[in-house]
């Protein structure tokens, strides 16, 4: 499951409580492969914040197929309305030989080979920016960049961002050019698996660096001038990333990002190793 904070930064509150109400959904392994679910601050109601909970499940042939939103000024109230909402559409789901489900139709909805959906509208992410830094959580998040453009048939950008500050931040320890240098071939060797995979999915798009503006800005605000000027509709993060030379795309960074963005963030988690 992934999910997306849209207005506000997520919490661990809400993806434990997310994590849990999946667990719900685990009878209907024959049915679905997964589900998005995107939360939204959507406005203030009687002098509280009202969030929105929208759920997409995922068809074991990628089909993304809307679930009826809810809302509630609590977002674990509202998530877990919408899971409810869930498991009745599923109940709903008659399947057919081999268990390949067939969503009920309703009338809010598009069809449901429409490359995305949300809400009942059909969503097309025309072009997505995934940073990426070489750590498995970034590899994650290129992975479901990828497999979202290629669904809604778009183009993608994979950023890798060289921090400048940090190498003038301790003048005289290290040669600041040679440092520099060193984390921009790191960049290169990153985007060109990034271009590979990219390839080998017929996914259309760039592979770049961005560097930071001078000692001002940090790298959430250089992922935020990208995500402007390439025209982003869709920004992809993994929640934890490498500190040193490869540059940082982790929980500071990331939580940073989704309070300012101006467009859908997808944080991707890392897996973590069974206990």
Not at 180 to 199: F, H, K, S
Not at 210 to 232: F, K, M, P, Y
Request: with cysteine.
């Amino acid at each position: 499951m992934q999910i997306v904070y849209l207005g506000f930064a997520g919490t661990t509150q809400i993806e434990g409580e997310a994590g849990a109400q999946f667990v719900r959904l685990e009878r209907f392994g024959k049915q679905i492969s997964g589900c998005h679910l995107a939360i939204e601050a959507i406005g203030v109601r009687s002098g509280h914040c009202v969030y929105d909970a929208r759920l997409d499940l995922i068809t074991h042939t990628n089909d993304l197929v809307p679930v009826e939103h809810c809302s509630n000024e609590d977002p674990n109230v509202a998530l877990r309305s919408a899971f409810d909402a869930a498991e009745r559409q599923l109940d709903q789901w008659p399947l057919q030989r081999g268990n390949t489900p067939v969503p009920v139709p309703r009338a809010s909805s598009r069809a449901v080979s429409d490359p995305l959906t949300r809400g009942g509208e059909t969503i097309m992410y025309h072009h997505i920016l995934v940073a990426v830094d070489g750590s498995e959580s970034s590899k994650r998040a290129l992975s479901e960049a990828i497999r979202m453009a290629s669904l809604a048939h778009g183009q993608l950008t994979a950023a890798y961002v060289v921090d400048s500050s940090h190498s003038f931040a301790y003048p005289g320890a290290y040669d600041p050019l040679a440092l520099t240098r060193a984390i921009r071939a790191d960049g290169e060797q990153v985007l060109a698996e990034a271009r590979t995979l990219m390839a080998q999915h017929d996914v259309a798009g760039v592979a770049e660096i961005v560097e930071t503006d001078g000692l001002s800005e940090d790298i959430a605000s250089c992922l935020q001038r990208t995500a402007e000027r390439i025209g982003a509709d869709l920004v992809v993060l993994g929640t934890h990333g490498r500190r040193g030379i490869r540059r940082l795309v982790i929980g500071s960074v990331a939580e940073r990002f989704v309070r300012f963005s101006t467009c859908p963030v997808l944080l991707v988690r890392q897996e973590q190793p069974a206990s």
